[in-house]
């Protein structure tokens, strides 16, 4: 089984910055990928962004430029700095990670963190 732990968010104002982060913990073997998720009142949960294994990354047009995602591999966490914030950015903020189990059998599951309000009010 594998946990996924999140923390870092908060309320900040319009423009300010914040960042969050998601440390996986458990049978782990090795990660693939791991992304950050939002999903807002009324509104279905969205890809924010995501970083390979390899280091690639994609982000959702909405953030490009403000926000940058990245992985410390030998602690299994990720980052997303949020940048230039705005109050269209708040919503619930999830961590998902692909993970290779260390544990038989052997396979690859996906898992979420539990969430992390993120508010952007003046």
């Known amino acids: 089984q594998v946990q996924l732990v999140e923390s870092g968010g908060g309320l900040v104002q319009p423009g300010g910055s914040l960042r969050l982060s998601c440390a996986a913990s458990?049978?782990?073997?090795?990660?693939?990928?791991m992304g950050w998720y939002r999903q807002a009142p009324g509104n279905q949960r969205e890809l924010v962004a995501r970083?390979?294994?390899?280091?690639?990354?994609n982000y959702a047009d909405s953030v490009k430029g403000r926000f940058t995602i990245s992985r410390d591999i030998a602690k299994n966490t990720a980052y997303l700095q949020m940048n230039s914030l705005k109050p269209d950015d708040t919503a619930v903020y999830y961590c998902?990670?692909?993970?290779?189990?260390?544990?038989?059998?052997?396979?690859?599951?996906?898992?979420w963190g539990q969430g992390t309000q993120v508010t952007v009010s003046s």
């Open positions: 970083i390979t294994s390899g280091g690639s990354t």
């Open positions: 998902k990670a692909s993970v290779l189990r260390s544990t038989v059998p052997i396979r690859r599951d996906d898992y």
């Open positions: 458990g049978a782990i073997f090795s990660i693939s990928a």
